[in-house]
């Protein structure tokens, strides 16, 4: 097992409280998984993914543990976890197009980058330009300043730069954001390659588009102010979801061949609710067409069938009326 993280939860400090931004996660990944991380907007999503490389102020753990190829990962000592990042844990942060010094050539930022991992640059160099032009960019582009690169480029350059160590898990915040198709596409195949070549073990894909994850995920994991909602295979998932939110968010999505005028595309009602202030119980209630009284109570993260997770009090029988 690549990634097992038990009870994970993550408040931000405001002069108002604490942010309830993720509670009570927990999940596992498998050596060579690609799994998507995908809810709305504030989910939780982006808390989850940096509390395992740089667990910071004001982010602060409550609570829960985290392993990674089967070793305790200690994301809350700053100094140690310098041993793990990039080595053992690396991301492709959100707004990757902006990662790079600006006023680094590239090369220059790339040794410097692996001098502070205590990493020889002349070592590595054969198969930084191998990786280059897996790719599609030139070794030239070592000697160019990241201004001299399109947005396409410089994803797939951050992407090498990622992923140069060969981390056991790699996190991709939506890498694929502020992208054109076409490069969409290029960075979501590259992924699936790095995994494929061995230049990761495990990928967790954050992102607002399903229709990206359809295409490149084993499994989705979909979370719901700050608490995870549901996991399955990605057919699973698209296809036979079980949890109500799931459900409602899977059918909001746009569908080929529908024409606007023939069937109009309808979203989930309501609003998520503020998590400096949580409602008790199932967060999802308020917006639920299935909800009753049982909701007021927190449901567990629960196997129902063979790697299907779902946090729902309704009979499995009863999730496909949702």
Aim: hydrophobic fraction near 40%; include cysteine; glycine fraction near 6%.
């Amino acid at each position: 097992m690549s990634l097992n993280i038990k009870n994970l939860t993550v408040y931000y400090q405001t002069l108002k409280g604490d942010v309830q931004a993720l509670e009570h996660a927990n999940l596992s990944i498998a050596d060579g998984e690609i799994m998507g991380l995908a809810g709305e907007s504030g989910c939780g999503k982006t808390t989850l993914s940096n509390s395992l490389i740089l667990l910071k102020p004001p982010m602060k753990l409550i609570s829960g543990t985290v392993e990674l190829d089967g070793k305790p990962l200690p994301i809350t000592d700053m100094a140690r976890m310098d041993e793990y990042r990039f080595k053992k844990v690396s991301i492709i942060p959100q707004y990757a197009m902006n990662a790079m010094n600006p006023t680094r050539k590239i090369g220059k930022m790339i040794e410097e980058l692996l001098h502070s991992r205590r990493v020889d640059y002349s070592t590595l160099r054969t198969e930084l330009t191998r990786r280059l032009e897996l790719v599609k960019l030139s070794p030239d582009i070592l000697d160019m300043y990241p201004i001299e690169l399109s947005g396409g480029m410089k994803q797939r350059m951050v992407m090498v730069l990622s992923t140069l160590l060969n981390p056991s898990l790699l996190l991709a915040d939506e890498v694929t954001s502020a992208l054109d198709v076409s490069s969409q596409k290029s960075v979501s195949e590259m992924l699936v390659e790095f995994r494929k070549r061995e230049f990761v073990k495990s990928v967790v894909v954050i992102t607002h588009d399903i229709s990206i994850l359809y295409q490149i995920a084993d499994s989705i994991m979909i979370m719901y102010a700050g608490q995870l909602a549901e996991k399955a295979s990605t057919e699973t998932i698209i296809h036979r979801p079980l949890h109500p939110y799931t459900h409602l968010l899977i059918s909001s999505l746009p569908k080929v061949g529908v024409r606007y005028a023939e069937k109009r595309l309808e979203g989930i009602p309501g609003n998520p609710p503020l998590l400096l202030n949580p409602p008790i119980g199932c967060r999802f209630r308020e917006r639920c067409p299935m909800a009753f009284d049982k909701c007021v109570e927190e449901p567990p993260f629960e196997e129902i069938e063979e790697g299907h997770f779902v946090a729902c009090w309704k009979e499995p029988k009863s999730y496909a009326q949702a």
